[in-house]
């Protein structure tokens, strides 16, 4: 029989709430979205851009096994269904998510990084999921209620648990890093990201290695070994309790390096030194940034126990999450086009990487390659000039056309040669028919922005024009 992922009484007694209402023997699962919840969620009614107590009757109708609602909502909902009552929705979910870590035996993950954590995540949940039971979130879960969510999500026998931890201000990562506890820590990178927020590079370097705040004695801290910051990291990993400081990349000391990559447009052949170890494996992803954040998989999979031989011969099944790089074939008259959907997020390091990505793929016929490009956001008083500073990244990856949306690609738009330029507009919604309009088959297409740039909404106006190809 499976072990259920909470008893009612226990998940009670870790909210530390009061109930009202008939005990449930089991909860399944754990969920903040009616839309999603599965029956046998416990239905936790946070306040954030909406107010989760609305939706408590929703949560029972959709089959919820209990809410947990706060004191001020308890009277008006009583009656619904069962109750965890208590002083604050978040808080309460911290603490048992606090509860369910202090109660794993799994090894345990944190990533964190400018640009990556994301893919990273994927990559260690497809290399440990085959070596055991794995725990890692379904989405970018890595904020103030997206992890404790997670740590409430996790089954006890779990195997390995993977976390992803992010930040858009000062002094949200270390909270969140003690709540985890993990017992490795990745920082995949540092770049100009959430400079808006930050003095400086040097500065989101120092959030960033926060994550290391949440290691015990016998943690691992793993880093980045080719940024100008790695020194600036082990130095805060020296002053954590880490018992290790590993890195990872092409520098010449990393303690897992690359020693060659062939960089192909559906896949990336790599050999690397993992430890003295030499390890050749397929990566089912493209893209340069991909090869060296599997060197930071690799570095946790042995680090944790985990073989590595099955963790690096796993990774040939990676493929690209929704929005970050995930690919289709479009039907258009007369043939197909390719779409590659990066319209989850963007920065200028991972708009560089896609461009890269869009400058392996061959159009076919009379096709073009063609970047459909939204504002890279919370980028402070820089914004506009890295913006402009993309236009090399088009030269070079030999873009035949950019559509761009919103007031800072302006920027870039301006600094392109005027066989370059598809269409400008201030809105994705304005760029829309521009875009449709234009493509046809042969076409290689990308499409990326920050997700307030809501480039999102295109991608889906690009497939509902151009149906997907059926699978052979």
Not at 347 to 374: D, K, Q
């Amino acid at each position: 029989m499976t072990t259920p992922l909470w008893t009612g009484p226990d998940l009670i007694t870790a909210l530390g709430a009061r109930l009202v209402g008939a005990m449930p023997a089991i909860v399944s699962g754990a969920s903040i979205d009616t839309r999603s919840l599965v029956p046998g969620d416990a239905f936790f009614a946070l306040i954030d851009q909406r107010d989760g107590h609305a939706f408590v009757g929703a949560a029972f109708a959709a089959g919820a096994s209990l809410a947990v609602v706060d004191e001020a909502h308890a009277a008006a909902l009583a009656g619904l269904g069962p109750l965890a009552v208590v002083d604050d929705v978040l808080r309460a979910m911290e603490r048992a998510g606090m509860a369910r870590r202090a109660a794993l035996n799994a090894g345990v993950i944190a990533i964190t990084g400018s640009v990556g954590k994301t893919g990273t995540k994927e990559a260690l949940r497809l290399a440990l999921s085959r070596q055991g039971p794995t725990m890692a979130p379904v989405a970018s879960f890595n904020n103030h209620w997206g992890v404790p969510l997670t740590l409430v999500r996790t089954p006890l026998d779990s195997r390995y648990a993977v976390y992803e931890i992010g930040m858009s201000n000062p002094g949200e990562i270390a909270p969140l890093a003690r709540m985890a506890r993990p017992d490795i820590a990745i920082i995949t990178t540092v770049q100009a990201v959430h400079l808006a927020a930050f003095p400086s590079v040097d500065a989101i370097a120092d959030e960033k290695a926060a994550i290391y705040e949440g290691l015990p004695a016998h943690g691992i801290a793993i880093a980045n070994a080719d940024l100008p910051q790695t020194a600036r990291l082990r130095a805060h990993a020296m002053a954590s309790k880490a018992g290790r400081f590993v890195t990872f990349g092409e520098a010449p000391g990393a303690d897992v390096r690359l020693v060659s990559c062939s960089l192909h447009a559906d896949l990336s052949v790599v050999e690397a030194d993992v430890f003295g170890t030499r390890v050749a494996y397929k990566i089912g992803s493209p893209g340069k940034h991909i090869v060296m954040n599997s060197l930071s998989v690799l570095a946790a999979a042995r680090l944790i126990g985990a073989d590595l031989a099955l963790a690096a011969l796993a990774l040939a099944d990676l493929t690209p999450p929704q929005g970050r790089g995930a690919r289709q074939r479009l039907s258009a008259a007369g043939g197909e086009m390719i779409l590659m959907d990066e319209s989850y997020n963007a920065n200028p390091a991972s708009m560089r990487a896609a461009l890269e990505n869009l400058g392996r793929l061959a159009p076919t016929g009379h096709g073009r390659r063609i970047a459909v490009l939204g504002d890279m956001l919370e980028l402070g008083p820089e914004g506009p000039a890295m913006h402009a500073d993309l236009a090399p990244a088009i030269e070079d990856n030999h873009v035949d056309l950019v559509f761009a949306a919103g007031p800072l690609m302006r920027n870039l738009y301006d600094a392109l040669p005027s066989a370059r330029r598809g269409a400008y507009a201030a809105s994705s919604a304005a760029l829309e028919a521009h875009v449709l309009d234009a493509l046809r088959a042969g076409d290689v297409v990308t499409v990326k922005g920050s997700l307030g740039s809501k480039m999102g909404p295109l991608v889906k106006a690009m497939v509902t024009r151009f149906p997907p190809v059926s699978a052979d």
